[in-house]
């Protein structure tokens, strides 16, 4: 049991030298959501009008309605980022080092999905501090209630980006992860605009949007943030983390992105 | 008991037959040299012994575990230097060294005692805390070699680990690795397709076309067909072209 300990903790320390080291990295990382809340949001603030919806109590303007889905934004861009590097060349150096540890592939990529999630959490919190600064303010105790279901959106989207990089060939670079993946699961969601007013434009698209894992994802936090419990939204993210995570580790085969790159 | 035993090691990239059939052994304490030339199946080769792709047909044992049945013993027994360096750059040589006794699961003391010696035994002590980064290729080489011994293992595989080095470093990796081997009995697979590396006594063996077209001790082998290993190397190799 020390051993997976030891491992587990190892490659968690590598990831914080690697973020502690790469500042660069983590500040671009916010300049996307940041552009969001203090440019789209405050254009769009006076044509979206956001009535009382829950778990807010009163009227919010659009700044505070776009903050869980911005965090959630850091956390999908990440988990695709990493996962994509997983399994492509950029990280291949690495991974060869991980894989050949002894301890169970398993446990040794469950740990990696892992590590990268709790360091996309400090980017998350990094940027919900500046939306404080900012002005938008939920409550101090919501941050903290917010954390384990920040961990579980960032698991659950970092083990979808293996699946999906194991699965899917197009998938070799960043833009078709962009068109493919990123944009639809963010914009067919929650994150931008609530689903009644999807709805009210197109029926369709609000059924895309209500199945969509994002949706769930940001509708957790989004109730976590102001302590409430949104029991589907937990359910959604408990059960689709398992089967992405399962599903991603039965696919990954390093041999297979070989095959397809000699074949 | 064997170092290493690969046994009818047969491996395909869908209809293209990348390994065809090939076994050998090492003995303890052997330094061997796998030549080939590109696309010979060097690289296959060693993913496979790296548990990187799974094996298709046949077996490899790493001082006597079965990669198919007990591969974490045999991956236990197994330090590898990758072709590529596999280094983070922006970390210190010990932070290197001290993760990769994480990913074996050693605590923390035995990890500081190993770390010691091994940045010891490679005359890196001083360097511990520099950026591997600022590191020239040869010493980031045996950066690389300090971080495959960490875990004690049997059989040290290095894979073209002299590609980019310059002739001196290149020279001097080859020597460092034929010390560690007669010093401390570890059973060493070199793989290379630069002839000059390859010493009368070393096992030596010559995979081309996924094939094992030569196998044995360097002498034996010139003493058995002639000539010098510039010449067996190119006759083995046309004669399979031709074929």
Redesign the interface.
């Known amino acids: 049991m ?3 300990w ?2 587990f ?3 968690v ?2 990831e914080w ?2 973020f502690v ?2 500042r660069t990295r983590f500040l671009s990382a916010l300049v996307r959501p940041l552009l969001w809340l203090l440019v789209f949001a405050a254009g769009f603030r006076a044509a979206l009008g956001i009535s009382v919806i829950e778990p807010y109590d009163t009227y919010i303007p659009y700044e505070v309605y776009i903050i869980p889905g911005l965090a959630c934004m850091i956390l999908l861009f990440n988990g695709m980022q990493g996962s994509l590097a997983m399994v492509y060349d950029r990280e291949m ?2 991974m ?9 592939r398993t446990f ?1 990529l469950c740990s990696k999905l892992l590590a990268t999630s709790l360091i996309s959490l400090l980017q998350v919190y990094g940027f919900l501090a500046i939306a404080w600064v900012y002005g938008v303010q939920p409550p101090a105790m919501g941050l903290l209630v917010a954390l384990p279901a920040l961990l579980l959106v960032a698991l659950m989207l970092s083990a979808l980006g293996l699946l999906l990089s194991n699965a899917i060939r197009q998938l070799e670079n960043f833009a078709g992860v962009m068109n493919f993946v990123i944009f639809p699961l963010f914009f067919l969601s929650s994150a931008l605009y609530p689903l009644w007013k999807m709805r009210d434009s197109s029926e369709w698209l609000y059924w895309l949007c209500a199945v969509n894992p994002f949706t769930h994802a940001v509708e957790l936090v989004r109730f976590a943030l102001y302590e409430r419990f949104a029991g589907l939204a937990l359910l959604v993210c408990l059960g689709l983390t398992g089967v992405f995570t399962l599903l991603a580790v039965l696919t990954f ?3 297979h992105a ?2 397809r790159k ?2 | 008991m064997n170092a290493l035993d690969a046994r009818a090691i047969s491996f395909a990239y869908g209809a293209r037959q990348a390994l065809r059939d090939v076994s050998f052994s090492l003995a303890p304490g052997r330094f061997a040299a796998l030549l080939g030339p590109n696309g010979a199946g060097k690289s296959t080769l060693i993913a496979l012994l790296t548990r990187l792709y799974d094996l298709q047909g046949g077996d490899i044992h790493v001082g006597g575990h079965s990669l198919r049945e007990a591969p974490r013993e045999a991956l236990r027994q197994l330090g590898v230097v990758f072709q590529q360096s596999t280094l983070d750059l922006d970390l210190s040589v010990e932070q290197n060294l001290r993760y990769h006794a994480a990913l074996h699961g050693l605590s923390r003391r035995e990890t500081g005692l190993r770390v010691e010696a091994e940045l010891e035994r490679q005359t890196l002590g001083e360097r511990r805390r520099e950026k591997v980064r600022e590191l020239n290729g040869g010493h980031r080489r045996r950066v690389e070699i300090a971080r495959a011994l960490l875990h004690q293992p049997r059989l040290l595989l290095l894979d073209e680990a002299s590609v980019g080095l310059d002739p001196a470093s290149r020279l001097a990796l080859n020597q460092h690795v034929r010390t560690l081997c007669r010093e401390q009995g570890l059973s060493v697979l070199w793989t290379t397709h630069l002839l000059d590396e390859v010493q009368a006594d070393d096992a030596l063996m010559i995979l081309h076309q996924g094939r094992l077209v030569a196998s044995g001790q360097l002498d034996t082998l010139l003493h058995e067909q002639g000539g010098d290993l510039g010449g067996l190397f190119a006759r083995l190799t046309r004669a399979e072209v031709a074929a």
């Open positions: 020390n051993a997976y030891q491992c903790s190892g490659i320390l590598r030298l690697r080291l790469q150096g690495s060869r080092v991980l894989l050949t540890s002894p301890l169970p040794l085969n390093p041999q070989a095959l000699k074949g």
